[in-house]
């Protein structure tokens, strides 16, 4: 599974982005795409995730503020923020977890996109 993510960029607080992430490869075999941040000097952090069967979970830095979403015909999550804060600031990567059968038995992994910078000016 490749994944590739866009949709970063400069926006004053209280605005809003929208992220992308488009999968390709064993796109189907994806179980769950998550959103991940890091800003500079700190750890990267789980902002939300969406499975399979549609089931979302966020940090409750971003609850109210930001909505994940998957179009499967796509095969793109999309990271909605709004309401957005400085301390919003950070690289912001997309993970899929897929497992992929094969003859020989199912692997379970996960990829990660490139980073897509998101900067919230005060």
């Known amino acids: 599974v490749q994944l590739q993510a866009s949709g970063g960029g400069l926006v004053q607080a209280g605005g809003s982005l929208r992220l992308s992430c488009a999968a390709s490869?064993?796109?189907?075999?994806?179980?769950?795409m998550e959103w991940y941040r890091q800003a500079p000097g700190k750890q990267r952090e789980l902002v939300a995730v969406?499975?399979?069967?549609?089931?979302?979970n966020y940090a409750d830095s971003v609850k109210g503020r930001f909505t994940i979403s998957r179009d499967n015909a796509k095969n793109t999550a999309y990271l909605q923020m709004n309401s957005l804060k400085p301390e919003d600031t950070a690289a912001y990567y997309c993970?899929?977890?897929?497992?992929?059968?094969?003859?020989?038995?199912?692997?379970?992994?996960?990829?990660w996109g490139q980073g897509t910078l998101v900067t919230v000016s005060s």
């Open positions: 969406i499975r399979r069967g549609g089931t979302t």
């Open positions: 490869g064993s796109s189907s075999s994806i179980n769950a």
């Open positions: 993970a899929a977890d897929y497992t992929v059968h094969y003859a020989s038995g199912p692997v379970s992994g996960r990829s």
